[in-house]
């Protein structure tokens, strides 16, 4: 991925904050942003092509869900030899979908995908054999989760996967502690400052809700998939492959 974006500089200065929106400000430093703020992000990122070149059907659908600057179609697109995928990338910020259509056409054979901005709870999907939301449930009103799994489920073929990468939380109080504070020393080797880390914590307060692994799996599980995999951990940050049989 471009890692010569522009610098996030969004909370830099003392500030009113709001509630953390995803605007044409966030998306032109985004790629910086998401470098600096989850661990890990650029290895699960090559991971996922790992992932989809293991995964990705003939004559099917590759669904990318909350697809921001289309980061994870790229890395599939890249390493899946499957013939007729078609990679479909939705996002609701209009300024994230434009940026990522003019990316996904600089890059990749036209006709090969869709972009679509749209509410990810309410599009219909069907004939997919990779379904990735790389960070993006975390966003999802939690009502709504179950449902939006549901869904997925139902949209995969047989031998389809599910990749969900989230920001986590844990159950137990000290390792909850631990790892927090391990990400906030993460921030800081990454070169944000003591009011960026906390002017963009209260941005996200109410707007990026982590669950448990545990309660992934348990929704995984009530969706239909059989098992589960947590593939990747990082302080506060996980991702999970789950394979509908
Ligand atoms: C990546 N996957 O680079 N419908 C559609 N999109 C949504 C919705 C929704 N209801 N809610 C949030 N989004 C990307 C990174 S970022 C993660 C994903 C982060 C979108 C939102 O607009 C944003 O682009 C994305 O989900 C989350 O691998 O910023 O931490």
Same mark, same amino acid.
């Given at each position: 991925?471009? %890692?010569?974006?522009p610098?996030?500089?969004?909370?830099?200065?003392?500030q009113?904050? !709001?509630d953390? &929106?995803?605007t044409? #400000?966030?998306?032109?430093?985004?790629p910086d /942003? !998401?470098?600096?703020?989850v661990?890990?992000? $650029?290895t !699960?990122i090559?991971q *996922?092509?790992?992932l989809? @070149?293991r995964y #990705?059907?003939?004559n099917? #659908?590759?669904?990318?869900?909350? =697809?921001?600057?289309? &980061?994870?179609?790229l890395?599939?697109a890249l390493q899946? @030899?499957e013939?007729q995928?078609?990679?479909i990338?939705?996002?609701n910020?209009e300024a /994230?979908?434009q @940026?990522?259509?003019?990316?996904?056409q600089r890059?990749? +054979? &036209?006709?090969?995908f869709q972009t679509?901005?749209?509410?990810? =709870?309410?599009? +219909?999907?069907?004939?997919?054999s990779?379904?990735?939301l790389?960070?993006t449930l975390?966003?999802?009103?939690?009502?709504?989760?179950q449902a939006l /799994?549901?869904r997925?489920? $139902?949209?995969l *073929? +047989?031998g389809?996967v599910?990749?969900l990468? $989230?920001k986590?939380k844990? %159950?137990?109080?000290?390792?909850?502690?631990?790892?927090?504070?391990?990400y906030?020393e993460?921030?800081?080797?990454?070169?944000y400052? $003591?009011?960026e880390?906390?002017?963009? @914590?209260?941005?996200?307060?109410n707007?990026l809700? +982590?669950d %448990?692994?545990?309660m992934?799996?348990?929704?995984l599980? *009530?969706?239909?998939?059989?098992e589960?995999?947590?593939?990747?951990?990082n302080?506060v940050?996980?991702?999970?492959l789950?394979?509908?049989?």
């Amino acid at each position: 991925m471009a %890692t010569d974006s522009p610098r996030d500089q969004i909370f830099a200065k003392p500030q009113q904050v !709001v509630d953390f &929106a995803f605007t044409a #400000a966030v998306a032109d430093v985004f790629p910086d /942003m !998401v470098r600096r703020s989850v661990p890990g992000y $650029e290895t !699960v990122i090559s991971q *996922l092509g790992v992932l989809a @070149r293991r995964y #990705a059907q003939a004559n099917s #659908a590759v669904y990318d869900l909350g =697809c921001s600057l289309g &980061a994870s179609t790229l890395a599939m697109a890249l390493q899946v @030899r499957e013939p007729q995928v078609q990679y479909i990338c939705i996002d609701n910020s209009e300024a /994230m979908i434009q @940026r990522c259509e003019q990316r996904l056409q600089r890059q990749l +054979p &036209a006709g090969s995908f869709q972009t679509l901005c749209a509410d990810i =709870c309410q599009v +219909p999907m069907q004939s997919a054999s990779v379904i990735v939301l790389n960070f993006t449930l975390q966003f999802i009103e939690s009502a709504q989760r179950q449902a939006l /799994m549901q869904r997925i489920y $139902e949209a995969l *073929l +047989p031998g389809g996967v599910l990749i969900l990468s $989230e920001k986590i939380k844990f %159950t137990d109080v000290q390792q909850q502690a631990l790892m927090t504070e391990l990400y906030m020393e993460f921030k800081r080797a990454n070169g944000y400052s $003591e009011l960026e880390i906390s002017q963009k @914590r209260s941005a996200l307060e109410n707007v990026l809700l +982590p669950d %448990t692994i545990e309660m992934h799996q348990e929704r995984l599980k *009530l969706a239909g998939f059989g098992e589960s995999l947590v593939w990747f951990q990082n302080f506060v940050f996980a991702s999970i492959l789950a394979v509908k049989a």
